[in-house]
Nanobody, 126 residues
Framework: QVQLVESGGGLEEAGGSLRLSCADSGRTFVTNAMGWFRQAPGKEREFVAAITYSGRSTYYADFVKGRFTISRDNAKSTVYLQMNSLKPEDTAVYFC???????????????????WGQGTQVTVSS
């Protein structure tokens, strides 16, 4: 069974960096695409980034392009989100998720994702 546990969130100043990790504690890291989403207070959950199983293809929301990088280590059953040049508007709970498959045309669609972590809080101060 897939059990996703996020870590690495915290409080950071604007312009700083954080690295989020998402580990599959159930050690059943499926050969599927994975994604990161975020949800700010009072807002809907939104797509941040996704990566295919091989890691060769990555996808980003426009508002994080050039600042965030998604990567994965399948041997460690872990996916990462390196967040640089953080902005106060990046403040949110960040969730990782496992998709139901690997090849899609619309990785930003929440309904594609079958398993979700519990989330980790990221707060960026101005």
């Amino acid at each position: 069974q897939v059990q996703l546990v996020e870590s690495g969130g915290g409080l950071e100043e604007a312009g700083g960096s954080l690295r989020l990790s998402c580990a599959d504690s159930g050690r059943t890291f499926v050969t599927n695409a994975m994604g990161w989403f975020r949800q700010a207070p009072g807002k809907e959950r939104e797509f941040v980034a996704a990566i295919t199983y091989s890691g060769r293809s990555t996808y980003y929301a426009d508002f994080v392009k050039g600042r965030f990088t998604i990567s994965r280590d399948n041997a460690k059953s872990t996916v990462y989100l390196q967040m640089n040049s953080l902005k106060p508007e990046d403040t949110a709970v960040y969730f990782c998720a496992v998709a139901g498959g690997n090849s899609y045309t619309n990785y930003d669609n929440l309904s594609l994702y079958r398993y979700w972590g519990q989330g980790t809080q990221v707060t960026v101060s101005s």
